[in-house]
């Protein structure tokens, strides 16, 4: 069962466990980037257009985990494996949640 939330160098995997249990970090800490994105696929059908801004996203999101990781590692590898092992149920994990949360609030 593979529910670590980066690999062997230290570097994020955002598996979907990851990215489901870290999403209402990223949803605050990406913001300027996830809404630049958006205004520019809105205002330009090409898509090749917004690549640096996706990008960015990116960047942001994989530099995120890592940070998450480095602050709270026991509490993020608890609570993505129990999302890894219940499917993303978020009602499943809630006790993870919590002590995820609390060591590494949202700000």
Known sequence: MSSAAVDATGNPIPTSAVLTASAKHIGLRCMPENVAFLKCKK??????????????VTRCVLGLLKDLHQKCQKEMDDYVGCMYYYTNEFDLCRKEQEAFEKVCPLK
């Open 43 to 56: 205002n330009d059908p090409n898509p090749e257009k917004c690549l640096d801004k996706g990008r960015d």
